[in-house]
């Protein structure tokens, strides 16, 4: 299981864009952790929407999905706020999968867009939006405001998460995140570790960390702290 399998590209925060290579670990063993933390299922439909060569794309929004049997139903092209606007109001979904960015176009294009229309018509857009059993996001904070928002729109929040490329995510927000704090990203998940620096940095381990960078000289070890 520790043999090389996939190579995700880091999203460029902290420098040029790195090749992360994924263990064959991190492909089922990752990819069953979040199917059961999340309660996916073979009768679940998530849409895809974001890039595969990142690391919501195939982490959380395509392996999980696989190794449950579930639908993952993609769409090619840039992402489109009205179009699935209209796909969330024609249901069908359980799952959503989005960033920050994505979470505030389609609160804006709602705005602008929806909240004025006829009641009946409003309401079937709403309707499919609470018909989604989760929607999650992570990559960057969710600002507290959007959040707010969409709370108001699903009477449930977006399931945040923190994580990196290179060890997945390892701190997430539970289906049941009723008791979950505002602005809070959730648990540490199962079998992770983090210890916190005086200097400021999170320390952590997990069964799924990368193996080496793409073309870089060195390789990730688990070292004690």
Sequence with gaps: MNAAALVIFTSGTTGP?????????????????????YQITDKDTVLHVLPVHHASGVGLTFLPFLAAGACIEFRSGSFDTAWTWDRWRQGGLTF?????????????YYEENIAHQAPEVRDQYIAGARQIRAMLCGTSALPGPVQEFWHQIRNKPILTRYGATEFGAVIKTELDSDGTPQNSVGRVAEAVSLKLTDEGQILVKCPYMFSKYVKFPFKAECVPY
């Design 17 to 37: 864009p790195k090749g992360a290579v994924q263990r064959r670990s991190y492909i089922s063993g990752n990819g069953e952790a979040d199917a059961d933390y």
């Design 96 to 108: 959503f999968s989005g960033v920050p960015t994505i979470y505030m176009r389609m609160m804006q």
